[in-house]
């Protein structure tokens, strides 16, 4: 017998309950969830979903009479997509993906608007603590670290019955959601005809008959609960307050039971909701639930189907910055500091605009433009304004609006020769090629750099009998132990790009000396010798160990977690398809599409 966890949210006379487990042995939910085989923390998540339930039964129990027991093995019944039939890519990918992924604030915010239809988002996540960040995972919305704790769940609470109070006082907005044609709710059958249609969209499925009643019960008791809400609008206002506050809205729930070839497969519905919340940040449209109610997720052709057409869509461009600016430590900007001495003409908005130029470039080179990884590396087109113009030393009048240009190749290659990258990863006087090096090792190679003892002493002040590459290769190769990884793996990374001051400028003489860029980068392809970050950037784009590091970067984005050793196969595939065919980064994020629905679970223990 496997090692089960009770959650019960209430029972009564008409088995009115919701449970979250699954048994594929009966076929169907029933009250026990096997957590043999489940993270320690999907078990600790598990164990708070149940008490959120529980929670919710209590508020349809005092409505309807109904008592919270526990130890009741009556069946709540299931309700799912066309579930199995895709076929697993080559690169099957294990499990270790959370069933119970918490909305991050931006998903909650866009699932938001896009339930009620506004126009803009409301920004009511502005009050909500911060998201956890997890040492080892570069993008928001670990799944491991994304739970509840006692202050979210009352900035949950406080915004569903701000949103709910503003939607029935909201003519226009309150028709949006009600049946189509419909002028109110007049009757028991037109209420239930509201919760069912507005319930599948907030809990991303049909609702269960069971999950059905107990919103009917709490629209009942809605309807005598609000002075300042009368009528019909009263019954809907408390739905909304539930719906909002429900487990099934807050988080991405998988509880599939479906067996496929031995294993767990995803149901229609849940397919749908990991394209939406990968390629758009949000719950699914009317076309993806859709291919859910139609069966048309169930095999690769309809996936990568649906995946193409969301991709193509405006909303993806969201993602697409997101994950780059991730990938590009753009939130590094917020640190430039240029010292007003040595650099006066600096804007004292360099960090917006920098900031600015980035978003831009991604948008321009990876989502209109359809670009591959090399593009992003090699490009010499970017947007500009009279912030950056002076710094790029380009002629001509510019304002502070943003437009295209092309900047000299003799200078200039992809993203890493941007003002942004470089003076992020400078000091206020100096440009620092230590933690320049340590990035494009980390980030784009994926190269294992250890933290460098405590004991290190700081970079010696500027010296002008010395360049600063003179300076730093003393600094840290100077002693035997630093030399062997400063040397050999680490400098040079940070050397090719001395070119460029504090501020991003371009420089041939550092002081009164000339600069030397020319360094042999350690590559997958092995060591590459090169004259400075232009031959880098054509390097870096030409190897296999940067293509299979960013794709590792996306498996990761994707699934919610760090990578594991058993993505290296879908790592090799995507990183082959990068390299070797130069595909857009947009057809690699449908193959990570494919992928991503064709996961299969390990089932319960019988």
Not at 73 to 87: N, P
Not at 102 to 109: A, G, I, S
Not at 130 to 136: F, K, L, M, R
Not at 375 to 391: C, E, K, P, W
Request: hydrophobic share 40%; net charge negative; aromatic share 8%.
């Amino acid at each position: 017998m496997a090692r089960c966890t009770l959650l019960v949210i209430g029972s009564c006379s008409d088995r009115r309950a919701e449970r979250l487990c699954m048994k594929p042995s009966l076929g169907r939910q029933i009250l026990m969830t096997d957590t043999s085989t489940m993270t320690s923390s999907d078990v600790t998540k598990l164990s708070r979903f149940g008490a959120w339930l529980s929670l919710f039964a209590l508020m349809v129990a005092s409505s309807s009479g109904c008592s919270a027991t526990a130890n009741d093995s009556s069946y709540a019944g299931a309700s799912s997509g066309t579930a199995g039939g895709v076929a697993p890519p080559a690169a099957d990918l294990p499990g270790g993906v959370s069933r119970f992924r918490r909305l991050t604030h931006p998903q909650w915010e866009h699932t938001v608007q896009d339930l009620f239809g506004f126009d803009e988002a409301v920004g009511l996540s502005s009050s909500f603590r911060a998201d956890p960040t997890q040492s080892g995972y570069l993008f928001e919305g670990n799944g491991d670290a994304l739970e509840v704790d006692q202050a979210l769940w009352a900035s949950y609470q406080a915004a569903s019955a701000t949103l709910a109070k503003r939607v029935v006082d909201d003519a226009e907005a309150l028709a949006r959601i009600l049946p189509r044609g419909s002028a109110g709710i007049g009757s028991d059958e037109e209420a239930r005809q509201f919760i069912e249609q507005f319930g599948k969209r907030a809990h991303r499925r049909p609702l269960t008959s069971e999950q059905l009643d107990a919103y009917m019960a709490l629209y009942q008791k809605g309807l005598t609960s609000y002075d300042d809400t009368p009528d019909y609008r009263g019954g809907v206002r408390l739905v909304l307050e539930a719906f909002l506050q429900s487990p099934y809205f807050l988080y991405r729930v998988e509880e599939s039971s479906a067996v496929s070839g031995g294993r767990l497969a995803l149901d229609g519905y849940e397919r749908a909701n990991r394209l939406s919340y990968f390629l758009w940040g949000t719950m699914p449209d009317d076309e993806l639930f859709a291919a859910a109610d139609t069966g048309r997720l169930a095999d690769t052709a309809g996936v990568r189907a649906e995946a193409e057409r969301l991709i193509q869509h405006q909303r993806a461009a969201d993602v697409f910055v997101n994950f780059f600016e991730r990938v590009l430590e753009v939130e590094r900007y917020e640190i430039i500091s240029p010292s007003t001495t040595l650099f006066p003409d600096v804007s004292a908005n360099l960090i917006e605009s920098a900031t600015e130029e980035t978003r831009r470039f991604i948008l321009h080179e990876m989502f209109d433009k359809a670009g591959s990884l090399r593009d992003l590396l090699t490009s010499t087109t970017t947007y500009v304004n009279t912030d950056l113009a002076a710094i790029y030393g380009l002629s001509g009048s510019f304002d502070d609006t943003f437009r295209e240009v092309s900047l000299d190749p003799a200078q200039r290659r992809g993203v890493l020769t941007h003002i942004g990258f470089l003076a992020s990863h400078a000091t206020s006087r100096e440009p620092d090629p230590l933690h320049r090096r340590v990035f494009v090792a980390r980030r784009l190679n994926c190269l294992p750099i250890s933290a460098p003892p405590n004991d290190i002493p700081p970079l010696p002040p500027s010296d002008p009998n010395k360049s600063n590459r003179q300076l730093v290769a003393d600094h840290t190769e100077s002693v035997p132990a630093c030399r062997t990884c400063h040397g050999a793996l680490i400098n040079p990374f940070g050397f090719a790009y001395e070119h460029y001051d504090a501020v991003g400028a371009y420089r041939e003489m550092d002081g009164s000396h000339q600069v030397d860029a020319s360094v042999v980068v350690p590559l997958s392809q092995g060591d590459v010798q090169v004259a400075n970050a232009l031959e880098l950037a054509d390097a870096l784009a030409e190897s296999p160990g940067v293509h299979e590091c960013v794709s590792g970067h996306l498996i990761s984005f994707a699934l919610g977690r760090p990578g594991l050793e058993a993505d290296s196969t879908l790592i090799s595939e995507l990183g082959a398809l990068s390299l070797g065919q130069a595909v857009p980064f947009a057809d690699l994020m449908v193959e990570m599409s494919v992928a991503l629905v064709s996961l299969h679970r390990a089932p319960e223990a019988p």
